[in-house]
């Protein structure tokens, strides 16, 4: 992993940020969809971003669960 793996979370942060005004906008323009498909993409990215950061790899309790 890298030692630098912070500032991802921040340009994370900053990014929800222009999501928050992006998915307003949308919401008042009346584009629901934009919206609802912005919200989930910024969430699918932050689920991503934590399991890189749990260090989920093939060696992890989780994985080890799972029956091949």
Not at 27 to 55: D, P, R, T
Request: charged share 5%; net charge positive; glycine share 8%.
């Amino acid at each position: 992993t890298s030692t630098h793996f912070g500032w991802i979370w921040i340009a994370y942060a900053l990014s929800v940020g222009v999501v928050i005004y992006n998915v307003w906008y949308g919401f008042k323009q009346g584009c629901m969809q934009f919206s609802l498909l912005i919200m989930g993409i910024c969430f699918v990215a932050g689920v991503i971003l934590a399991l890189i950061y749990l260090n989920l790899d093939y060696d992890s309790w989780f994985v080890s669960k799972i029956k091949y």
